[in-house]
């Protein structure tokens, strides 16, 4: 997949000194949605013709929620067009890039940024009860999975994983989700996210008698 092998690719590129912050310098088409001493996470959301200026990104998870055709500008001026297909997920490695929609259709994203030095160590699920998943993406910092809840999903009250996670909403959902004693979520529309820190108790349930579509980045 051409969105994979341009994340093998950025791997091999210095960062640059002078690069920014990509939600400091473009506000229009970066909004941060959860921001932690573990993750930062990044909606993006950008028209066809339009582009960000230059800036740099640690090690992150990149989910494409609406693809579309992206050119990458590279510090020492080489470009890179990268076709982002929905629904998927890619590794990106640390990289400062300014990139562009070159394609016809607005591209829609999140990319949930790894602010820890090194990987962790924890051990990531092979299944988990009431959902069933696939594997989008595997890298040394976490695995993104396409994962549906079925109608009789739950966790009890005080339920802890010994991992990090991030879990984002495929479409409109009624999937209560309550974290560490704070108010429940409900209600998720499409690109919602939601951080769960490891060890830490909540619980959840589809309350909404459907199954729910979403992506979790399992985080070691």
Do not use: C
């Not at 990509?22 to 990044?42: E, G, S």
């Not at 079925?150 to 005080?158: C, H, M, P, S, Y």
């Amino acid at each position: 997949m051409k969105s994979q092998r341009f994340a093998v690719l950025l791997a091999a590129l210095p960062l640059a000194a002078s690069a920014q912050d990509a939600a400091k310098v473009d506000l229009r088409h970066y909004k941060v949605l959860v921001d932690n001493a573990a993750v930062r996470v990044l909606k993006i959301e950008v028209p066809a013709g339009e582009k960000s200026p230059m800036h740099s990104h640690p090690d992150a998870m990149l989910i494409v929620l609406s693809g579309g055709k992206a050119r990458f500008t590279m510090p020492d001026g080489k470009t890179q067009d990268s076709e982002l297909v929905k629904e998927t997920a890619a590794y990106t490695p640390a990289s400062t890039h300014a990139p562009a929609n070159v394609g016809t259709t607005a591209v829609e994203a999140v990319l949930v940024e790894f602010k820890t030095a090194a990987p962790g160590t924890a051990t990531l699920p092979t299944s988990r009860p009431g959902i069933q998943s696939t594997v989008l993406a595997e890298s040394p910092r976490a695995v993104a999975f396409k994962a549906t809840a079925g109608a009789d999903f739950a966790e009890a009250a005080g339920t802890t994983h010994e991992y990090d996670q991030v879990v984002i909403a495929l479409g409109a959902a009624n999937l209560t989700l309550a974290v560490d004693g704070k108010p429940a979520v409900t209600s998720w529309k499409r690109g919602d996210a939601q951080f769960i820190g490891r060890g830490v108790k909540h619980e959840s349930k589809n309350s909404g008698g459907k199954p729910v579509d979403m992506v979790i980045v399992a985080i070691r």
